[in-house]
RNA sequence: GGCACCAUAGCCAAGUGGUAAGGCAGAGGUCUGCAAAACCUUCAUUCCCCAGUCCGAGUCUGGGUGGUGCCUCCA
């Protein structure tokens, strides 16, 4: 496949020289609910592994949690992210932890991500980080300053791999709110250990060669990486806004301490945006998966209208663009429901199968092209391939788009479940009086007294039900 | 101020030098007491603008314009 790397700015063939693919995933610091731009990432990377998947690879995929060393801000200044959570909630930073790592994965569950096999909570590796920056500083790439450990940026030939930066420009083009650390020799320099008294009432410290403290935020992932998927990686993936500077930092502390390459790919998801721009954590009051479901909208739906986009494309999130995923995706399961309903013996078409599978390997073999790869499953509809080939062709695609494609057409296809003269009406409080109204109007059309039949089929409307006339009978529809 | 990315219909979007896919919404039709559903038809002479290269440009080059992100909180 070829795949966009953030470090060559270019689509590069993606193959691995083995047939275990290391992949390794930003987790998500959990001091609060995730939003659904959050969400969108997570959704963008699960394709990625399930395609490679797809393709035959076998994936190891690591992801940390941060309950640690998240600071407001990333020098010697700021809270810690997990503390502040915990003062919020008058709870201790570990049930916060707990919680919302809890409810992270809940919402991995309900978009059918696929929660990677190692899940490694910051707090638990505070040793191999210890281990690491000391071999950084008999190395020479990090310094004890003020108290602190700091990673020592002048001693790299490029940092700044991401971006176009001269080292000696970033002076010219630091930002200007952002106060300066004094201990550092250089502006670049990041915090591998803290150490300050400021944290005294820290809950979460731990001893250390210089002194009782806790870790930067950057060691994290570069530890646990190195640990669980080895000195070599495949492909590391994040939101944007991580390249600078957390992705940078942890090339930088990664080489500094294998002393040579390590990561091959990097994959980031560009940002959701709404109306205010980008939908940030921190700014608070950003969407959840739960309002969306609170609002109408199933989980699928909105995996939907990531697919739509491209990772690499800012998507903007608006509601008239999420009833429009809806609709689509809706229609898309009735068009899906007549294929499983039909049962018709009919052969696979080997040729057609082959024919449609190609195509929508190469639409994701483009760069992750996901929007090319739903229209393959329109394709597969419209094409004069029989019922159990085009059944058996969505069922394959879903095991990398994963939208309960087959699940929801059958239940989509109960939710509109045809009430003909005599059945019943599924399980529902208003049962009883909904079989009067239906009989009623049956009578009433029968009679010809229209008037009387779109009253009631107005009442019907009222208690949440659309009724519509098939040739078998009536129709209802839950609105 | 520096760096990067992006710009195709109302919206999402394909396109990788050969004459604008697909989806949703919209419009018209068939069917229906009316609706709904389903099905059929339709929906960009043009891809932000201006120059250039080429037989040929949405695609390549240069210059604008607009949007977005990063520049020590973010997925």
Redesign the pocket.
């Known amino acids: 496949m070829?795949l966009y790397n953030s470090l060559t700015?270019n689509?590069e063939k993606f193959s691995p020289a083995e047939k275990t693919v290391t992949m390794y995933t930003?987790?998500?610091?959990v001091y609060h609910y995730?939003?659904v731009?959050?969400l969108?990432?997570?959704i963008m990377e699960d394709i990625l592994e399930k395609y490679l998947i797809y393709l035959g690879y076998d994936l190891k995929r690591a992801m940390n949690i941060?309950d640690v060393g998240?600071?407001?801000?990333?020098?010697d200044?700021?809270d810690d992210?997990m503390l502040l959570g915990a003062k919020r909630e008058k709870k201790t930073v570990l049930e916060i932890a707990e919680f919302y790592t809890q409810a992270f994965f809940g919402d991995f569950e309900k978009l059918n991500i696929k929660k990677p096999d190692i899940v490694i909570p910051a707090t638990s590796r505070i040793n191999d980080y210890i281990d690491i920056i000391s071999s950084l500083i008999q190395k020479g790439y990090a310094y004890e300053s003020g108290g602190n450990v700091y990673f020592d940026?002048s001693k790299l030939s490029k940092y700044f791999v991401f971006?176009?930066?001269?080292a000696e420009?970033?002076e010219?083009?630091?930002?200007e709110?952002?106060?300066r650390?004094q201990n550092?020799k250089?502006?670049?320099?990041?915090?591998l250990w803290f150490t300050k008294s400021k944290f005294d009432s820290q809950e979460l410290k731990w001893p250390s060669p210089w002194g009782t403290g806790y870790p930067g935020?950057h060691i994290e992932c570069s530890a646990i990486s190195i640990k669980e998927l080895g000195p070599k990686l495949n492909i590391h993936c994040?939101?944007?806004?991580?390249?600078?500077?957390?992705h940078t930092n942890e090339i930088a502390q990664s080489e500094a301490f294998l002393g040579g390459h390590w990561c091959d790919f990097w994959f980031?998801?560009?940002?959701?945006?709404d109306e205010t721009?980008?939908?940030?954590?921190?700014?608070g009051g950003?969407l959840t998966l739960s309002t969306l479901v609170e609002k109408g909208y199933s989980p699928m739906v909105y995996r939907f209208?990531c697919l739509?986009?491209?990772y690499?494309?800012?998507?903007?999130f608006?509601f008239?663009?999420l009833?429009?995923?809806k609709?689509?995706y809706e229609?898309?399961l009735?068009?899906i429901l007549p294929l499983i309903e039909d049962k018709t013996d009919s052969a696979i078409d080997k040729e057609a199968f082959k024919f449609h599978k190609a195509a929508f390997v190469s639409?994701l073999g483009?760069?992750l092209?996901t929007?090319?790869a739903?229209?393959s499953i329109?394709?597969v509809l419209?094409s004069g391939a029989t019922g159990a080939t085009k059944l058996c062709l969505i069922a394959d695609f879903d095991k990398v788009l994963s939208l309960d494609l087959i699940k929801n057409a059958v239940s989509y296809g109960e939710s509109q479940k045809l009430i003909e003269s005599g059945a019943e009406i599924s399980a529902n409080g208003a049962e009883d009086e909904l079989k009067i109204l239906i009989e009623k109007?049956t009578a009433a059309?029968k009679a010809?007294d229209?008037?009387a039949?779109?009253k009631i089929?107005d009442k019907i409307r009222e208690m949440g039900y659309?009724?519509?006339?098939?040739a078998d009978g009536v129709?209802l529809?839950k609105l």
């Open positions: 070829k700015r689509k930003c987790g998500p610091t995730a939003h731009g959050n969108r990432t997570y941060t998240h600071l407001t801000s990333d020098g200044s700021g992210k940026t971006s176009r930066h001269l420009n970033l010219v083009g630091v930002r709110d952002v106060g650390d550092k250089s502006p670049n320099d990041f915090v935020w994040g939101g944007v806004d991580n390249a600078f500077p957390h980031h998801v560009r940002h959701l945006k721009g980008k939908m940030s954590k921190s700014k950003a209208f739509m986009s491209h690499r494309k800012v998507l903007s608006t008239p663009a009833d429009n995923a609709a689509a229609k898309l009735s068009r639409a483009n760069d092209n929007s090319l739903v229209t329109y394709d419209k109007r059309k010809k229209f008037a039949a779109d089929r659309a009724v519509e006339d098939t129709r529809k």
